[in-house]
């Protein structure tokens, strides 16, 4: 196999491992009926308290070097991704892009559906809604928002261009029955080829580029999610 195609092939493992999250959870679109929200007044609705997600860039010399390494090389270099990530995160003080998402969504579903907020009750792990719903029992529906991925790739082809991508996830769920009642998926990846950043580029000036990709991904996901109510 060609270094070329060795790389591209690490390429679309890694990017694979980035959407696993989103793999254990539904992508579909739901809104809420009406009988739902008829059936919502006066009730009471929780939100989820969720980890600042990963957030990781794989580095076109790291991906290159990767291919030559096999399974372990794109696992070294896919830790050591997660790990610089993490302190660019740090360094920055980027919010955690889940409790902005599940401010803005529940601000707009108590609106729409006259729904009494009760306080959250610790972190959530669970991604499954019946095991969300049970582990939020003092409310009569549980809102859960979070992001499914926050990862950049450099163009393939191209020397150090590089892209972002966010992905985020919305259920709304019954607690007595864990049924899912609202839900939503979003994607947004930046396709601007021409302006786009080099490695460092994406966390110079404060990582102006990462908080600017990070807004427009959340802005979307909220515009999309409140779109099901």
């Known amino acids: 196999m060609s270094p070329i195609k060795a790389t ?7 990017i694979l491992i980035a959407g696993i999250s989103t793999s254990c959870v539904s992508t579909k ?9 008829t059936a919502m007044r006066g009730k009471t609705v929780t939100i989820t308290t969720r980890e600042k997600p990963h957030h990781w860039v794989m580095k ?9 390494g096999g399974a372990l090389g794109g696992a070294i270099a896919g830790n050591m991704a997660d790990k610089e990530g993490a302190a ?19 601000r707009d579903l108590i609106s729409k559906t006259g729904l009494r907020p009760v306080r959250s009750r610790g972190i959530t792990k669970e991604l499954d809604p019946k095991k969300v719903a049970a582990g939020n029992p003092h409310a009569d529906y549980v809102l859960d928002c979070f992001t499914t991925a926050w990862m950049g790739n450099y163009y393939p082809m191209s020397i150090g261009k590089y892209y972002l991508i966010f992905g985020a996830k919305m259920q709304l769920v019954e607690t007595s029955s864990g049924r899912v009642v609202a839900e939503g998926f979003n994607i947004h990846q930046d396709k601007d080829r021409d ?13 102006a580029y990462l908080k600017a990709q990070t807004k427009i991904g959340t802005d979307s996901a909220i515009s999309k999610f409140t779109g099901k109510f």
């Open 29 to 37: 679109d739901l809104s809420l009926s009406a009988a739902d929200r």
């Open 60 to 68: 076109q010399s790291a991906m290159m070097a990767a291919s030559l």
């Open 88 to 106: 660019q995160v740090d360094k920055h003080q980027i919010a955690n892009p889940n409790d902005t998402m599940i401010a803005a969504v529940e």
């Open 195 to 207: 302006h786009a950043p080099d490695y460092d580029g994406i966390y110079s000036n404060g990582a």
């Open 8 to 14: 591209l092939r690490l390429l679309a493992s890694l």
